[in-house]
């Protein structure tokens, strides 16, 4: 692959999203939040209008023309996401509303048949939602709740992974990408040493899924999670990845409908796969979208996408390490993702200067409380990036930030 | 929104050098806040007469400017108040204390220094007075 600055025609891209013609306070805007949501193509917006339009109807049960028009569509894009991930087969994906519930539903379902003192390893790295379950859960049933430790780098570090993941773990969940400071975790080698001691591997892929090709296969872990509203997709739709012989023999989080196979006053057998883990109505319009998103996102290409946003990354980075009273946090090779604070300034007020230039970015402790304790700040700023962000874009991000120096005197 | 006008001169000034910094010993009350979205976080120390009047204040704040400033200004017109006073105080006269446009999302930050104190007040009233 050519490594330029035309690996993504950007300019062709950006005429795909309408809201980056938007003006913020009379000037364009720069949007730099995708870590917390990517924008949306209008192929995207349309295909939710259009299904809502032309073939809205609850799927797989409705025997008739727009029921079977809307139950293809729908299974289609779950077909589309086991292709973007290399899965075996659509079985393994089942649907949920994001990453939060994905998560939530393995922490349920994985400690059901837990034993008092069994061990739960994450990482002081982790997302609140990959965090709070398995820490409520193993409250609940007297859990070893464990942390793999991060080194001066904010990387996770690897003695302590392998003083942490012993014949007690049952179960290893950690982030790929770090949503707060972009540290990208060596999740083969942790799933390996997980499964070496006999562990499940739970990977949250929210921030990797969005920004690289996926290889389930290669990867081995047991469950990977991510959200469809950070790769292009509609916000309410996420996906659970797991291997199926797992998936058969877990018990179902949530019970209802269109889950079930036969209920009786004295019992109920349930559906099989994927639709034993999707109770209710599904979010149909969403689930079709992000089948949507994801072809759009294939037709860019995720090498490409990859490269454009890593590359683009290294230009904030070195642009940003220029700046006198600007400290950044985390490894030098990252995800799209840089975590920063301006000396004397705190990040709300960074983030609210910013945007009086048009640039959004996010600033706060990212949903990751225990990490800012542990790195010793209350907050950062944030600014993470995506396939139609330029060069141009950060050349304003970075005058902006001289303004932020200039109004607080630094 | 005018950036200049919601970080004005004396706004800046009260976010460098917040009046009443430290802490007392032997405070009537010492409550901390915190504001879970941002982290912003204020501790609040009182020395409370028999005649419920407040008669000193410190605080200790951490955060952004507009909640530093916020309990900065506050601080200022604490001494000699009543706790009935600090009962009836409302975000209006916060934001006019301010005197600068905070939107809906910033609203968090400046009205944490009225949380503190009606807190404290309430701390006050529960368990201090009696």
């Not at chain 2, 501790?43 to 530093?68: H, Q, R, W, Y």
């Amino acid at each position: 692959m050519q490594q330029t600055k035309t690996i993504l025609d950007v300019e062709q891209i950006r005429k795909d999203f309408p809201i980056l013609n938007r003006k913020i306070h009379n000037k364009p805007l720069v949007y730099f939040d995708n870590a917390a949501t990517s924008q949306k193509p209008s192929v995207v917006i349309d295909a939710i209008k259009n299904y809502y339009e032309q073939s809205n109807a609850n799927v797989h049960r409705s025997i008739h023309q727009l029921g079977e028009e809307a139950t293809e569509a729908y299974e289609k894009s779950r077909e589309k996401i086991a292709g973007f991930i290399n899965a075996d087969s659509s079985q393994n994906i089942i649907f949920t509303k994001n990453s939060t519930e994905a998560l939530n539903l393995l922490a349920y379902s994985l400690t059901s048949s837990l034993k008092k003192g069994d061990e739960i390893v994450i990482s002081q790295l982790e997302h609140h939602s990959n965090f709070v379950p398995w820490q409520q859960l193993a409250k609940q049933k007297g859990l070893n709740l464990k942390f793999i430790e991060i080194n001066k780098n904010i990387e996770l570090d690897k003695e302590s992974i392998k003083k942490n993941i012993t014949k007690k773990t049952k179960i290893v969940s950690v982030g790929h990408i770090s949503n707060a400071i972009g540290t990208i975790n060596p999740i083969e080698q942790i799933t390996k040493i997980a499964h070496e001691n006999g562990a499940l591997m739970v990977i949250d892929g929210s921030q990797a899924a969005p920004h690289m090709p996926l290889d389930m296969e290669k990867i081995n872990s047991d469950f990977y999670v991510f959200t469809g509203h950070k790769m292009l997709g509609p916000t309410g739709v996420g996906v659970l990845y797991g291997k199926k012989e797992l998936l058969e023999n877990m018990q179902p989080f949530l019970y209802g409908g269109e889950m079930i196979n036969e209920v009786k006053f004295e019992g109920t057998t349930f559906n099989q796969l994927p639709w034993k883990f999707e109770a209710g109505t599904p979010n149909i319009a969403e689930a079709i979208g992000l089948g949507i998103a994801i072809d759009y996102l294939q037709k860019v290409g995720m090498g490409g996408i990859h490269e454009h946003d890593k590359e683009l990354t290294e230009y904030a980075m070195e642009k940003l390490s220029k700046v006198r009273d600007v400290a950044i946090y985390g490894p030098k090779e990252r995800g799209p993702i840089i975590s920063f604070n301006v000396k004397g300034v705190h990040a709300h007020d960074v983030s609210q200067i910013l945007d009086s230039e048009g640039v959004a970015i996010r600033a706060g402790h990212h949903c990751c409380m225990p990490l800012m304790g542990v790195i010793g700040v209350a907050a950062t700023a944030r600014a993470s990036f995506y396939l139609y962000n330029t060069e141009e874009e950060v050349d304003v991000f970075i005058k902006a930030i001289d303004k932020v120096k200039k109004v607080f005197g630094v | 929104m005018d950036i200049e006008l919601m970080y004005q001169e004396n706004i800046l000034d009260h976010y460098k050098n917040p009046r009443n910094l430290g802490k007392i010993e032997n405070a009537t009350v010492h409550h901390h806040e915190k504001n879970p979205l941002c982290g912003d976080e204020l501790d609040m120390f009182l020395v409370i007469d028999k005649n419920s009047k407040i008669t000193e204040v410190k605080i200790n704040p951490k955060g952004c400017a507009i909640s530093v400033a916020s309990a900065s200004m506050l601080s200022e017109e604490l001494k000699g108040k009543g706790i009935d006073d600090v009962e009836k105080m409302t975000k209006e006269n916060i934001l006019k204390t301010l005197g600068i446009p905070i939107s809906p999302v910033r609203l968090k930050c400046a009205l944490l220094s009225l949380d503190t104190l009606k807190n404290s007040a309430l701390i006050y009233g529960r368990y201090v007075k009696k």
